[in-house]
């Protein structure tokens, strides 16, 4: 039972071994798939289960909402992984280059560090594994080697690793306050738990400085300047797992350190601080994305419209409004993966990232147009997908909460996000082919394939468009992980 | 008794040291030389967990002072004047800071460090910790060098200077660790000062990059990405 608590970091480790030094090209196409599957059934085992498993007094530990976010990261890498898998180069099958080897590698690494993230109890250790994803991801988004990726690699590991560093103060000061009231731990669980008297002052400085670090990773506002240069830059599958989950395993960190700070200092504090960053959020990405021009830029925008709009959720707070919140963070996440592997396959098909170079997909390439349409809708808010749903339900929550300003406010820019990116889309998607004509840009290698296999994206926008419907086993699955956070 | 004595003025000593070379890095100008400022505040942060084992009585305190050592004093400093020589940048000529505004800034940071550290001090100074009296009250210095590397970080223009901010930076956040704290378990120490290490090297080998693929002069050039 504890042992499955080991199973995602162990494969992350093998498999990411095999495909650092095991010169064969199937098992460097592989080992990203194989490692995204492991952690998603690792996942769906220890929701099944129930239990609440420990490993090494704590190192390890998964309750049901670490158990929801191990799934999360399986199901979310699982499409990026295999959507980003181009048709196998059936010429030169010869042992795969050193950096396509690395590039699997890294990719194995960041799942597991992600994994790591989200089933440990120690805060310690749930600071080590994010900042690995920064060191994970550094040469993933510099893959390109080009001018524009190196800039984007560079800003990246600067402002996430001080952001980050911001939070480890945080982390240490949490630990002093833990040790000042006679019992030094970094355990969550003692931590939330109530038992140790904190000293409020101390408690409040600390949990500030967690929640800023921690919300740079998770691309909030005012700290999100580093995240649409590196979601674009980076290749397909990475920006599809970097926008999917691995700013969903930071903000899973900002809501363990809000229950701490919550039962410490009651809700206030951490309610001014994350509906401040939610709103201004999605202010700046609506601002941005009215004006966007490059549709790599543009979902990374939408990433932070969706990270705001968790924030405010979180704000929120109660079963209700974190259970919607957790609901989202899936519904995004598998959205995204998918418009990411398509925007991929695009970008290798047209060789630009320029909106206006992209001209009526529907008529040209119906294959890629089709997955894109039902991936826009999905994460526009369209029913029957889950994002609507995920929405409705923070909105209700909010307004009930008496937080109604706040609600007429993120509904008013969810409408400008909506009008933004409904026209971008549109204006690349329909109208008629002006010629057939060769692509005008030449094709931009290392880009990926403009083939790759359906089914992974079929298989996530379904997912996300039965999960709003599910109350049994997923919405009881929420509400379980939501009671985790004592809300 | 003398063991007491000794490990508070070694605490004086060392904490002296650790802002003293943060102060002399906001001066410095030479790359070669700021690395080396930088491997002496490695030392002495090294030099500080002694001290605060001694007080503690805590053996695994002198493992962590170990491998301060070899991470901060030795390694880090290493893989940065490798990527100096070869990137062939011996000065940050462009800094946006004169020197005399610089050291006045810091002043000014080492106020606001004082400052806001009040309820650090109050609530870890106290009883709860007994011996730990002496080493919360210098916590500030910690908060002090967090503000400055965050200073270098914003106002310097070379990419290897920036790096030299974070890993002021870093320094910061491990001093007001042991501090307040002691340090935190080892398990995570260790976790910590691998991941910083990586972090150095991947600056290191993206700043060697970029130097090849753009000339000399960085991060002023980054300028590409925009909207």
Known sequence: MAALLLIPPLAALVFGLAAAFVRSTAVARLSGVSTSAVVLAAGIALLALGKVPELGG?????????????????????????????????????????????????????????????????????????????????????????????????????????????????????????????????????????????????????????????????????????????????????????????????????????????????????????????????????????????????????????????????????????????????????????????????????????IEDVRALLARHPRMAVPYIAGMAALLGFPPFSLFFSEVGIVMAGWRAGLGWAMGLTLALLLVLFAGLARASAAMVLGAPVSDAAPRHPMHPGHGSPEGPMTPLVLALAVTAVAGFLSVPLGTVLLRAAAVLGS | MTTAI?????????????????????????????????????????????????????????????????????????????????????????????????????????????????????ATGGTGAGEAGPAAFSAPVGLTMVLVGFLLLTTRRRALSQVVGFLVLDNGIATVGFLTAAGVPLVVELGVSLDVLLVALILAVLSGRMGALIGQDPVSMMTELRD
Not at chain 1, 309 to 320: D, E, H, K, M, N
């Open chain 1, 58 to 354: 704590g190192l390890l530990r998964a309750d049901a909402l670490s158990a929801f976010m191990l799934a999360v990261v399986g199901a979310v890498g699982l499409t990026s992984t295999w959507g980003g898998l181009g048709p196998r180069d059936h010429g030169a099958a010869s042992a795969p280059t050193t950096g396509q080897r690395r590039y699997a590698a890294l990719v194995c690494v960041f799942l597991g560090a992600m994994s790591v993230a989200v089933s440990t109890d120690n805060l310690g250790v749930l600071w080590v594994a994010v900042e690995a994803t920064t060191i994970a991801t550094a040469f993933l988004v510099g893959h390109q080697g080009t001018r524009r990726s190196l800039e984007a690699a560079w800003k990246y590991v600067v402002l996430g690793s001080v952001g980050v560093a911001i939070a480890l103060l945080g982390v240490v000061l949490l630990y002093a306050a833990s040790r000042s009231a006679g019992e030094a731990t970094l355990s969550w669980v003692a931590l939330a738990s109530g038992e140790l008297q904190l000293d409020p002052g101390l408690t409040k400085v600390a949990a500030g400085l967690a929640v800023l670090g921690f919300a740079t990773k998770a691309g909030l506002a005012p700290m999100h300047s580093w995240l649409p240069d590196a979601h674009s830059q980076a290749p397909a599958p990475v920006s599809g797992l970097m926008s999917g989950v691995l700013l969903a395993v930071a903000f899973y960190a900002i809501l363990r350190i809000q229950a701490i700070a919550d039962m410490v200092l009651g809700p206030s504090l951490m309610r001014g601080l994350l509906l401040t960053a939610g709103l201004l959020s999605l202010a700046v990405a609506a601002a941005l994305i009215l004006r966007q021009r490059d549709y790599k830029r543009m979902l990374a925008y939408s990433s932070i419209e969706h990270m705001g709009l968790l924030a405010v959720g979180a704000a929120i707070g109660g079963p209700f409004a974190v259970a919607a919140v957790l609901l989202h963070v899936l519904g995004h996440g598998l959205a995204k993966a998918t418009l990411f592997v398509v925007a991929g396959r695009i970008l290798a098909t047209e060789g630009s990232t320029r």
């Open chain 2, 6 to 122: 000794l490990a508070t003025q070694l605490l004086a000593l060392t904490t002296g040291v650790l802002l003293v070379t943060s102060v002399l890095l906001v001066w410095q100008r030479s790359l070669a030389s700021a690395v080396r400022v930088l491997a002496v505040q490695g030392g002495a942060l090294a030099l500080l967990v002694v001290a605060i084992g001694l007080t503690e009585g805590d053996a695994e305190l002198f493992v962590v002072a170990v491998v301060v050592l070899a991470l901060k004093a030795i390694a880090i400093p290493l893989v940065l004047a490798r990527a100096i020589r070869s990137s062939g940048v011996e000065r940050e000529d462009k800094p946006l800071l004169n020197p005399t505004a610089g050291l006045v800034i810091v002043a000014l940071l080492t106020t606001l460090a004082y400052l806001v550290s009040t309820p650090i001090v109050a």
